[in-house]
């Protein structure tokens, strides 16, 4: 049993000493002290599905014991060294990393976080083609660094800084935009804000596949193909973050912007390659790395050998224990289910998503589509006290986000599905 702190001392102290940006989930936060694979254990006792893996981090599943096995032992041997020395746990790495990705994506950094990789991304994005301007989808989120903060378009992350030269263009959301699912129209509004809105260059284009933060909207089909040709012709590279929806959570592909049949320039990703290992990564062609090389590039804790050989483990897993065919297999039993839900209870507006990357969108009206706000929260606050976590997401919070470690069951798509239908029924 825990005999730790309990909830309410470690929130004074936390009120106390940590930034007053900190924001927790619940109106009593939760006390996590254990984690099991797919489960969460408060300092209670009590346990919980967890159906969003500490924001879509945690991708084998909690201290899953392999990738323990492979940090603790690192641990024992040699922590830090950094890249002045040689290690083989960062070239090891690397090279398996390069080996999952296509085309030629074959040069590697690593990095700490996702705004970090986002941030060494965009610089060599502006070293390579020589230009500023960066182009984003509004309702993305690339990261709150000083930099990143420019390229994530939600105002709740937004503080007023200078941003540099960054486009937000229209979001390509198949639910809410006004085109529907017509990509080209959208794809329209990128050479609009490039014929008019920039010098005519631009330096490159960041997305996710499908967006996290934002509320699971997957982009509409297509989007990607034409706007990759638009910015290239442009000057600029096309980046994907896969920093939620790689590895294997989107089920049908390993990474995200497979789904849309393309191959970028540059992919960065970071959460779900460590398993919760602070571990991020950039992934490049030869041609654009060697931009770099007009001066060093340097990462202190980049690749370290403990998150080196965690990171190597999640792979070997991943691999392993065939993870992302079990996304789609689980993935489409859950949304199958979420979408018979939707016939049955009038407040589901939208069920969208692949795999394990899942939204349900709540509506108080399903034809104005307005937010369900308020109903959102008190389902919210129900699904934890039936033993379910799962994320917010969207603009205006009204998106639950079902993204697990992607070790759930189909009992535990059910068991999801099965409390937020008591819940709403309860409404
Ligand atoms: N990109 C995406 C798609 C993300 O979801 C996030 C984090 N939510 C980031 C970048 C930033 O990652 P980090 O918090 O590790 O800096």
Redo the contacts with the bound molecule.
């Keep these: 049993p825990y005999h730790g702190p309990s909830a309410d001392e470690v929130l004074t102290k936390r009120k106390k000493y940590l930034g007053p940006s900190l924001f927790y989930y619940y109106q009593k936060p939760l006390n996590i002290v254990e984690g099991k694979m797919q489960y969460l254990f408060d300092d209670t006792g009590r346990r919980y599905l967890d159906a969003f893996a500490g ?2 981090t945690v991708s084998c599943g909690h201290c899953h014991p392999q990738i323990l096995n492979a940090i603790t032992e690192q641990n024992k041997l040699l922590q830090h060294a950094t890249t002045i020395y040689l290690h083989h746990a960062i070239a090891d790495f690397a090279e398996a990393l390069a080996q999952k990705m296509p085309g030629n994506l074959k040069v590697v950094y690593f990095v700490n ?6 941030e060494l991304a965009m610089m060599m994005a502006r070293l390579y083609t020589g230009n500023l301007g960066m182009i984003s989808l509004r309702n993305a ?5 000083s930099s ?1 903060i420019g390229l994530t378009a939600l105002n709740t992350w937004k503080y007023p800084i200078p941003e540099g030269e960054i486009h937000h263009v229209m979001n390509p959301d198949p639910y809410r935009g006004i085109f529907g699912p017509d990509a080209k129209s959208y794809a329209k509004d990128v050479q609009d804000h490039i014929d008019y809105g920039t010098s005519g260059r631009v330096a490159g284009f960041i997305a ?1 596949t499908i ?3 934002g509320g699971a909207v997957e982009l509409a089909p297509g989007y990607l193909n034409l706007v990759y040709d638009i910015v290239r012709k442009s000057g600029g590279v096309c980046i994907a ?1 896969e ?2 929806t790689g590895f294997g959570r989107t089920g049908s592909h390993y990474w995200g912007f497979e789904t849309q049949g393309v191959i970028p320039d540059i992919v ?1 990703m ?2 779900g390659i460590g398993n919760g290992l602070p571990l ?1 990564a950039v992934v490049t062609t030869p041609e654009i790395a060697s931009v770099m090389n007009q001066k060093i590039q340097f990462n202190t804790f980049g690749g370290n050998p403990v998150c080196s050989a965690g990171g190597l483990a999640v792979l070997r897993v991943l691999d392993q224990e065939k993870r992302q065919a079990h996304c789609a297999e689980v993935g489409s039993h859950m949304l199958e289910r979420l979408r018979s839900l939707m016939q049955k209870h009038e407040i589901i507006g939208d069920v969208r998503g692949r795999g394990l990357m899942v939204g349900v969108e709540l509506v108080t009206d399903r034809k104005e589509k307005t937010p369900a706000k308020s109903e959102t929260a008190v389902l919210f606050e129900k699904l934890r006290e039936l033993g379910v976590l799962v994320g917010k997401g969207g603009l205006h919070g009204n998106v639950f986000r079902i993204k697990p470690p992607m070790c759930f069951t189909k009992d535990d798509a059910d068991f999801v599905v099965d409390a937020l239908d008591y819940a709403i029924s309860k409404l």
């Design positions: 924001i879509v976080s996702g705004s970090e990789a986002n989120y690339h990261g709150g660094s990143t996710e967006q996290g933060v973050d920093v939620q960065t970071a959460k991020g």
